[in-house]
């Protein structure tokens, strides 16, 4: 930093407005925290800009002053990607204010929005216009779309729609000098030299800062049919994804797996959830969601015969077929409240793996006895998204047990889960990404030719190395 702090602080209020930054502790306390309570740091200050402009400015300034700047979404990242270090040096800079709806374009099947915007009001806004936005994770009602784009969020409907990136056709982002890259097309094909817009989906912040994005929507939703099936174990969920791919192709948009151990979690940390018809035996289920544009209400009927054929071929023991859209839903909350209830439970292991969908079978019973060996004070709580071979491997603190000891086993575990994952051809960082937390993995697996590019990615676009420094890459 050339100027001292509050010189710093000084030139930029005058730049951008004094409302615009403010050191005030109470409103930075809970954005200098990551959400698992795993990082903690201490900003500069904080900066709420309220156009492209000021975000421009900002950057200029940063840049100039070699100034670290952290951007901030909904905070809800588990990698402690969004949270400052312990310098009092970084900047963080906020979106929130940033959270209009630019256009909807609905025969384009297109809205842009800013990065400031909630999920859960992109999502309202495209069904205001009869549209749909499919990206949905259990964080949407407080995580902002330019969180969800820097991390290139996965979430519960990638098997028909695809990651966040999938989701993109324009981007307008402010790179790290202030220059904007002004990339708002709504267009499906353009194949006008290389495709910037993708470096900055899953850059986390490092590459630059997003601040609008236009997005693709699809037809509104009409039918759905969604179950929750008991199956023996995860072989026969994998084959009876297979099984329900061929049968109903893409309207299959929702595959997950579910231990009998987290709905325990669900039920004991969230009795106001309710456990009415939630199965009562069985150590796998699968939550499955069959989804039509179309209006022909036959979609319940159609996953009925489907999952008769599988309790036909030893695939499912038994099912619920929700009879109302309040039961899906009642399923839905469920799940989506997994990550909550491990968090009430107490301390956690996260790891966030992907793998061909038809080696998870395989993976969990070699993956399984790591437990007894590197974490004993821990018991496995896998679940996640099946059909995107995306499992959460996350182990919980038993009762009773040390926490200290427990945390402390987290390298040890962590290394033989990622080393098996990768003997797998699999992926350490399925949906979260890499922020501070997994800086050492990504060093570790990715290839030396990775590596290199994507240092002189990272060079290129941010020569002072100011944007959100220390995450992704080492410095
Ligand atoms: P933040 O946590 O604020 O930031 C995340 C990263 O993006 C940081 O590196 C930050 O610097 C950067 N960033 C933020 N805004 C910008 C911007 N405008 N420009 C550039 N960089 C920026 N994730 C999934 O993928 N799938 C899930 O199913 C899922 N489920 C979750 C469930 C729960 C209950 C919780 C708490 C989290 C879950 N997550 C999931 C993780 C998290 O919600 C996602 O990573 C989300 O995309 C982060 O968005 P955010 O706005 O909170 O970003
Ligand atoms: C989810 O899918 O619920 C989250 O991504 C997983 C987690 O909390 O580990
Ligand atoms: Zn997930």
């Not at 904007?180 to 097309?185: G, K, T, Y």
């Not at 049968?247 to 969230?270: K, W």
């Not at 959830?273 to 022909?296: C, D």
């Not at 290199?452 to 410095?475: E, S, W, Y």
Request: glycine share 8%.
């Amino acid at each position: 930093m050339m100027q001292g702090t509050s010189g710093s602080l000084a030139l930029l209020r005058a730049l951008v407005g004094d409302d615009v930054i403010t050191v005030d502790a109470a409103t930075l306390a809970p954005l200098e925290t990551d959400h698992r309570q795993l990082f903690h740091g201490k900003a500069l200050a904080l900066a709420r800009p309220r156009d492209t402009a000021a975000v421009a400015k900002i950057l200029a300034f940063c840049n100039a002053q070699k100034i670290g700047v952290v951007p901030i979404g909904g905070n809800t990242s588990y990698c402690g990607g969004a949270t400052p270090d312990a310098s009092g040096t970084q900047l963080l800079l906020s979106l929130a204010r940033m959270n209009r709806i630019r256009a909807v374009d609905a025969a384009n099947l297109s809205m842009t929005a800013e990065a400031g915007c909630i999920l859960a009001n992109v999502q309202r806004e495209a069904a205001a216009a009869e549209r749909y936005f499919p990206l949905s994770l259990g964080a949407e009602g407080s995580c902002q779309l330019g969180g969800n784009l820097a991390t290139n969020a996965g979430g519960l409907n990638v098997l028909r729609y695809g990651m966040a990136r999938d989701l993109v056709l324009g981007l307008e982002v402010v790179l790290a000098d202030g220059r904007v890259l002004e990339s708002l097309s709504a267009l499906r094909k353009d194949n006008t030299g290389y495709d910037l817009k993708s470096l900055f989906i899953g850059s986390e912040g490092t590459l630059g800062v997003i601040t609008a994005a236009t997005l693709k929507l699809f037809p509104a939703q009409h039918d759905s049919a969604t179950a929750l099936a008991t199956v023996p174990d995860p072989a026969a969920a994998v084959n009876l994804l297979a099984l329900l791919r061929k049968r109903s192709g893409e309207m299959l948009s929702s595959f997950e797996l579910l231990p009998r151990v987290a709905l325990d979690l669900v039920q004991r940390h969230l009795p106001e959830l309710g456990n009415r018809g939630m199965p009562e035996t069985g150590e796998w289920q699968v939550l499955v969601e069959l989804t039509s544009s179309r209006s022909q209400n036959s979609l319940q009927d159609w996953l009925q015969e489907s999952l008769a054929t599988a309790a036909d071929k030893g695939l499912i023991v038994d099912a619920i077929v929700a009879q109302s859209g309040e039961q899906a839903s009642q399923f839905w909350r469920w799940r989506e409240s997994i990550p909550e209830a491990q968090r009430r439970d107490g301390a956690s292991l996260k790891h966030d793996i992907s793998l061909p969908v038809s080696s998870v079978p395989e993976f969990l019973s070699r993956a399984q006895p790591l437990l007894a060996t590197c974490a004993p004070e821990g018991f496995l709580v896998a679940y996640g998204h099946l059909g995107d071979g995306n499992l959460h491997f996350n182990v919980n603190q038993k009762p009773g047990t040390d926490r200290a000891a427990f945390l402390a086993r987290e390298p040890a575990l962590q290394r033989a889960v990622h080393d098996l994952v990768h003997e797998f051809a699999g992926s350490f960082s399925a949906e979260h990404g890499i922020g501070r937390l997994k800086v050492d993995e990504l060093a570790r697996y990715a290839s030396p030719v990775e590596l290199d590019l994507m240092r002189a990615v990272k060079r290129t676009l941010d020569p002072n190395g100011i944007l959100n420094p220390g995450k992704l890459l080492r410095g």
